[in-house]
């Protein structure tokens, strides 16, 4: 274990095990605190997975790129 979805040490201490930048890493989430979490951290590439049933979001979350599934990060891919 790496520690808390919602702290962003976990997101640093994850990418040094894959041995990656931080900010080459894509991380999709639907809870805004882990998103946020994820952008302190560094990450490049914080992105909002918006779902039925999701909790509302606050204006903290502006700024995230939004996706509905998955294949939308595909077809980004190729643009």
């Known amino acids: 274990a790496v520690g808390a979805k919602v702290e962003a ?3 640093q201490a994850i990418a040094k095990q894959l041995n990656v930048p931080p900010a080459e890493i894509v991380f999709v989430s639907d809870a805004e605190k882990e998103l946020l979490a994820a952008r302190e951290a560094g990450i ?3 992105v ?3 779902r039925p049933g999701n909790k509302p979001l606050t204006t ?3 700024g995230f790129p939004a996706i509905r599934s998955f294949l939308e990060l ?3 891919a190729d643009e």
């Open 9 to 11: 040490a976990s997101y």
């Open 44 to 46: 490049g590439w914080p």
């Open 48 to 50: 909002l997975c918006c």
């Open 60 to 62: 903290d979350s502006c």
């Open 74 to 76: 595909c077809r980004n």
